[in-house]
Each structure stands twice: as C-alpha cells, then as structure tokens.
C-alpha cells in the first residue's frame, strides 16, 4: 500500500514537473517576439486586403498585446502548459469596416478569449487552434 502511495504521489509530481517544463520551453519559444498571423483555417492572409496584418506579442510577464487587423489590443494573458488565453482584453475601438478583416479580428479575440491550443511547427511558426478556428503565425 505504502508502495502504491509513493508511486502514485512520484507519477503525479513528475507529471507536473513535465507540464512545467513543456510551459517553460514554450515560453522560451513564445515570449518577447512579435508573431504575425500568416493562415486562417489553412487559408493565408490576403495583404492585399488586410493591410495591418494580425499580430500580437506575448510578453514574459503574461501581458499580450497585438493588432486584431483593425483595432490594437492588449491585456493579461496565462499560458498553462499548452494552452494560452486571455479572456478579458481591452481594445481600441476604431471605426473598421465591416469586411474580412473585422471578421478575422473577431475570431481572433474570440479565440483569445476561450484559449488556444499553442503548438510549434518549427522555430519560426507556431499554431493557435481555437474552438472554431486555427491561426498559423509566423515571425
């Protein structure tokens, strides 16, 4: 029984040793650089039409601040393992035009909002995959 406790209570703290590493070598890879969003469910950023492309940087201390495409935004964010959101940001509430872009922004803050899965495809490209959508960006 006492063999069967302490085995569990190793499992559990090494389990959580390896979520704190995993968050760590992802902020190592996240923080202090500005992340501009090249794809949208597969589909890549039309520059032609979205001129301020979407970006954000996530800074050491848990503050992310960004472009939505539109509007600047900024706030608190938590990246926990894999997993990062922020659910109260602020914005500018700048007059946009109701195009593709005021919808990316919005799916963009929205996922935000409910958290995002964070996975790195290699040093330079990383990928935020919401509920509903999945955002490629790129540095």
Known sequence: MKKTIAAMASALILAGCMTSSNSAK???QLFNKEWQLSQIDGAFIDTEIVKQVPNFTLETGGRITGVGGCN???????LDGTHLSAPALASTKMMCIQNEVATIEAQ???ALSQGVHVEFLNESEVTLKGEAHTFVFTR
């Open 26 to 28: 992802i902020g190592d």
């Open 72 to 78: 600047r935004f900024f706030g608190d964010a938590t």
């Open 108 to 110: 963009f803050m929205q």
